[in-house]
């Protein structure tokens, strides 16, 4: 079979300063440059298939077997097939509970890895391809904006390793207190920059290096999930998920907490390999812009973005949207531009979002505690309200599926004043308040963030 090549969102863009780049790439390249030299983000050039009766015989699998099957449809030619099982063995080796809530209504929660956040999965895996596949004498310098989960979870899955140094960008104002402790004591080959603005200043200082030549010489990449080394793991999760609910091609509703849509772009990546999803659930904060436009049909991102509850979803523009575009048949730029509508009728037929207040996500923190000895931290709750309001809206079905992305105890003063309780604390948290280390406070200022790379080369 063909390899799966890699092109950039942007191949046809007209007007922009910046030339479209139209060739195709392998996915060591595509890994390995983070994004396109247009400033598009790399997609697939075909979407391999996973039928049904294999999907429905991962369950009462581990982990790794799902996600070997979907990485040997992308990555065979990259990688060895001994060399590709024992990269997901070794990345994947924690566990994935599924809480059942009510009825066949369950929540599956991604926050039980090594800095309790989905960010692991595709974090830990990411470092061991990059690793793997970076040549031997190459350095890399990896870039990386957080608005909370991300940053910690590349750089637990980076730290130590040879070759590879990382610089995380966070909002001074933006991360919980056990996150930002988090993002400042890793150390090692991990440098954290605590920025005086928003997340989407990070996220901008980033890609801003990424188009910078007086940089090149650095080798940068990236690891959010502009990298398309973060959204194709971010797949495999909804494929296992399924295979340990549903008999084999029952229909399931999927609602994913949506910030930058990395982790959303994975469920319609899973969708388009044959997971047999009736709909996709999007909800967002009060950062709404894509609620509006599907809405609406009018796109304006929200400039600056609103700081809320669920901070790692504080985006007023995301990325991923590019992706979701792309796949749709439209395109949209870094700027929130839009040169070609995407088919807007078969979004809406598939994709269903709202935006979740604050107060709401609190009232969704006490309701579902309350009902159904549910413990939500806020991202989840984002979630869990997005699929009560869907059921609402659109009425029941019999299989549902939540995404709970963060361990409660994250966010711990919020929990202990909306329930009266301490979240229990997981191993990957505990004497975390007893590590030291400071971060590098700059400006929201360009020059300054360069500068720094270029004395720390």
């Known amino acids: 079979m063909k390899p799966i090549s890699y092109y950039s969102t942007n191949r046809y863009l007209k007007d922009s300063d910046l030339k479209p780049f139209q060739e195709k790439v392998s996915f060591k390249e595509a890994l390995i440059m983070g994004q ?3 400033a598009g983000l790399f997609m697939p050039d075909r979407i391999p298939s996973i039928p049904i009766e294999e999907i429905a015989d991962f369950k009462d699998k581990p982990y790794w077997e799902a996600a070997l099957a979907v990485g040997r449809r992308f990555w065979a030619d990259a990688i060895p097939g001994d060399d590709l099982e024992d990269i997901f063995r070794d990345a994947y080796n924690f566990e994935i509970p599924i809480e059942n809530v009510y009825g066949r209504k369950y929540v599956m929660r991604l926050d039980r890895g090594p800095t309790a956040s989905f960010k692991d999965f595709a974090a830990r895996l990411m470092s061991r391809l990059m690793s793997y596949l970076r040549g031997e004498d190459d ?5 990386v904006a957080t608005s909370g989960d991300t940053g910690s979870a590349i750089g637990n899955a980076f730290r130590g390793v040879e070759g590879i140094d990382v610089h995380i960008l966070y909002p001074a104002q933006e991360v919980s207190p056990r996150q930002k402790k988090q ?40 690891a959010n999930s502009i990298n398309i080394g973060r959204i194709l793991p971010q797949s495999i ?19 994913v907490p949506s910030g930058n849509f990395g982790n959303a772009f994975g469920c319609e990546l899973a969708w388009r390999m044959g997971l047999p999803i009736h709909r996709l659930i999007m909800p ?3 950062n709404n812009e894509f609620p509006r436009f599907l809405d609406s049909g009018s796109y304006q991102k929200v400039d600056p973005s609103r700081h809320c509850l669920s901070n790692a979803m504080n985006v007023g523009h995301p990325s991923n949207l590019a992706r979701f575009f792309d796949i749709y048949g439209g395109n949209i730029d870094k700027e929130g531009d839009i040169h070609g509508r995407p088919d807007l009728d078969r979004m809406r037929e598939r994709i269903f979002s709202v935006s979740v207040s604050d107060e709401e996500t609190r009232e969704t923190i006490r309701s579902a505690y309350r009902k159904y000895g549910l413990l939500l ?14 059921l609402e809206t659109e009425g029941d079905f019999p299989l549902c599926l939540s995404i709970e992305t ?13 329930l009266g309780i301490h979240p229990p604390i997981p191993p990957s948290l505990r004497g975390l308040e007893e590590k030291t280390g400071d971060p590098i406070p700059i400006p929201n200022d ?4 360069k500068d720094l790379l270029l004395s720390f080369a």
């Open 377 to 390: 931290e806020p991202h989840g709750a984002v979630g869990w309200n997005g699929l009560e309001r869907y």
């Open 406 to 418: 963060a361990h409660p105890a994250k966010f711990p003063d919020e929990i202990e004043e909306l």
């Open 183 to 222: 993002l400042d004591t890793i150390g090692d080959n991990v440098r954290a920059f605590m920025v005086d603005g928003k997340f989407d200043d990070c996220q901008k200082m980033v890609k801003q290096a990424f188009l910078d030549p007086e940089l090149a010489g650095l080798n940068l990449t990236s």
């Open 237 to 255: 999760y909804y494929i296992w998920g399924y295979a340990q609910l549903a008999s084999a091609g029952e229909e399931v509703v999927i609602c």
């Open 446 to 449: 360009y020059q300054v963030f």
């Open 284 to 286: 967002t904060n009060e």
């Open 139 to 143: 350095h890399l310098t990896v870039l």
């Open 36 to 38: 396109a030299p247009d």
